[in-house]
């Protein structure tokens, strides 16, 4: 059983914990998961690692209610324990083996949306703690949904709220504040852009026009978080990938967001996931990455 230690309601439907879950704190690194499972009747829920404490063993996960399990997951409170977490999965952000002179050299942006603001801070952070400071835009609907400000402001270089409404810092969407620091003249060498999938459709496709290299994380695809499901499968360039074994991230500028929504949409239905079954063959699972699966 894995104990939480801190059970907070950040937003509208947002929700942090903190949990006791030692072998993923002391091994984990930014940009990695967790598939957290409630109880026997929890569905599996990847969720990126948002942060991690490693002399406590916890590690803090971050989520939306947005079905039943993340609903019931919203309930608990501090003191109770989920039944199984995971992890940790994926692979870490490529910065995280870069070599830490070259990555001193370089400017880099990191756009956070919504919810998707905490995958964000984890590698804000990795990088503040080896002396890299990035600038950092985070958007939300409004103020009462901009999340984890005072966590960003700790470790960013320079911090920018965004809101839709404009009732707090930006007035507009992440991808109009970009826009406006390339406009000052400021020359970014990479953008990690992390949210909803029409965020980082966006933002790759303005990032690709300004030329500025963009990884984005594809979590919001993925299902079951092992390669058996063939949820989170989509093209990279010519190459067929898998978010949950392959990545989460990749190079943005490769993705065909249009196609990942719509396969997202197909995914949904035990209808639509039975054609695409069909379509794909041998390539609809990923494997788990330790069998090799059906790829
Ligand atoms: P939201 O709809 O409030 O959007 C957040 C911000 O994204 C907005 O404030 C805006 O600045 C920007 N944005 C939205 N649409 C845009 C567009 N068309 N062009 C440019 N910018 C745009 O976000 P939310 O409701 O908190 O999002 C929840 C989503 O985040 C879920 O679908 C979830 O899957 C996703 N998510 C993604 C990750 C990830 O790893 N990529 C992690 C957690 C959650
Ligand atoms: Fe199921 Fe990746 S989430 S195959």
Known sequence: MYKIVKAEKLADKIYLMDVVAPRVATHCEPGEFVIVKMDEKGERVPLTICNFDREKGTI????????????????????????????????????????????????????GGGVGAAPVLPQVKWLHEHGIDVDVIIGAKNKEMLILEDEFKAVSGNYYPCTDDGSYGWNGMVTTKIEDLVS??????????????????????LTKKLEIPTIVSMNPIMVDGTGMCGACRLHVGDEIKFACVDGPEFDGHLINFDEAMKRQAIYKTEEGRKMLELQEGDTHHGGCGVCGGDK
Do not use: W
């Open 184 to 205: 000052q003249g400021i020359k970014y060498d990479e953008c990690v852009a992390i949210g909803p999938m029409i965020m980082m459709k966006f933002c790759c496709l």
């Open 60 to 111: 803090t996960i971050v989520f939306q209610t947005i079905g039943a399990s993340t609903t019931r997951m919203a309930e608990l409170k501090e003191g109770d324990s989920f039944m199984d977490i995971v992890g940790p999965l994926g692979n870490p952000s490529e910065f995280v083996h870069e070599d830490l002179e070259v990555l001193k050299k370089k400017k880099m942006l990191f756009v």
